[in-house]
Nanobody
């Protein structure tokens, strides 16, 4: 069983930065493609960013492209989400997710088999 634990959330002013981390335990981390999703109050969970098994390929939602950066350290079993130029619209619970196979697209929630418990990010304007 794979366990994912997110950390790094918090309260930040608009324009500020945060870095989220997600540590994965269980099987070999490099077997998993990783994604970040978020859910704002009253809204559906949405794709934020994803990274391939080796880290060679990354994918972003249009709303965060150029501001967020996803990366991974396979030696530390950790995926990161560096968030810069934060906006109040980025306020949400952020979840990391893992999958061994992508059948259609990295951005699809249904592709991911394992999920963390989420970490709250609040951006004040």
């Amino acid at each position: 069983q794979v366990q994912l634990v997110e950390s790094g959330g918090g309260l930040v002013q608009a324009g500020g930065s945060l870095r989220l981390s997600c540590v994965t335990s269980g099987r070999t981390f490099s077997r998993y493609a990783m994604g970040w999703f978020r859910q704002a109050p009253g809204k559906e969970r949405e794709f934020v960013a994803a990274i391939s098994w080796s880290g060679d390929s990354t994918y972003y939602a249009g709303s965060v492209k150029g501001r967020f950066t996803i990366s991974r350290d396979n030696a530390k079993n950790t995926v990161y989400l560096q968030m810069n130029s934060l906006k109040s619209t980025d306020t949400a619970v952020y979840y990391c997710a893992a999958t061994t196979a992508i059948r259609r697209a990295f951005s699809l929630e249904a592709e991911y088999d394992y999920w963390g418990q989420g970490t709250q990010v609040t951006v004040s304007s």
